[in-house]
């Protein structure tokens, strides 16, 4: 199996994308899939014969671009509190928590390559030389999680039992008194009701996965409900 370190990894992700912004937030450059280096497309084809998930952390999801942009406009949601982005992908929501002020962040993801193209997207923004940002490829659903204040998660709406298991935590961890904050563009499986929506933005999106050209998307605060 190729890939497997950290090492492949990066040099796959350098390979496979180009240097570029999210539209919602261009405070930051991450390495992303683009028209020229058509990841996602390969996925189906050919990743998945050498054994690669699908490359979720290729793109900035438009979930997470909404999540981003409203901590980034709204800091004292995270200024001086812990946070989980859970789910992280390629880790934009990671960096707009430590361009706000948050004390520290925990990128969760439990694909090893999001957990390399974090790292290679925090290194391109020079954006944690304090070293707040601690990964982790655990799974936390179902965990309490003792010391965090807030979890982030952008886009986890997409498949019905993800969606269903990871709700159902979140409500749990919002029961418990955390700031429970998810970004979705009305994805199949979001709840319709237990939220509240904090703020909504039109994003533009990537031809390769969305049907439309932008995506309106809210930004909701998840009810103990
Ligand atoms: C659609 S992507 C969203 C990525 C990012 N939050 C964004 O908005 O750009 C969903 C991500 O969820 C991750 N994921 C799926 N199940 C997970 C779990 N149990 N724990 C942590 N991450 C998970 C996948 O690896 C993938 O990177």
């Known amino acids: ?51 690669l998930p699908p490359p979720y952390w290729a793109f900035a999801w438009v979930g997470g671009q909404a999540v981003a942009r409203h901590i980034l406009d709204h800091p004292e949601l995270v200024a001086g509190r ?18 706000a002020g948050a004390k520290a962040v925990t990128a969760v993801d439990i694909d090893p390559f999001a957990q390399t193209a974090i790292a290679l997207n925090l290194a ?20 309490l999680l003792p010391g965090v204040d807030v979890v982030l998660a952008g886009d986890v709406c997409y498949e019905r039992p993800m ?30 009701s237990g939220l509240t929506a904090l703020a909504r933005y039109v994003v533009p999106t990537v031809a390769d996965v969305e049907d439309s050209a932008t995506k309106a998307t809210t930004v909701w605060r998840v009810e103990a409900g």
């Open 163 to 192: 969606a269903e298991a990871v709700i159902l935590w979140l409500r749990t961890l919002a029961r418990a008194g955390l700031t429970v904050i998810i970004g979705d563009p009305g994805r199949s499986y979001l709840p319709c």
């Open 1 to 51: 199996m190729i890939h497997r370190d950290d090492v492949a990894r990066r040099a796959f992700i350098l390979e496979h994308t180009a240097t570029i912004r999210a539209p919602l937030v261009p405070e930051f450059q991450l390495h992303l899939a683009t028209e020229i280096t058509p990841l996602w497309q390969a996925t189906e084809n050919s990743l998945s014969q050498i054994g």
């Open 82 to 99: 812990t946070v989980l982005d859970f789910a992280a992908g390629c880790g934009l929501i990671s960096l707009a928590a430590i361009r």
């Open 124 to 143: 391109l923004n020079a954006a944690d030389p304090n070293e707040r940002v601690r990964m982790s490829a655990e799974d936390m659903v179902g965990h």
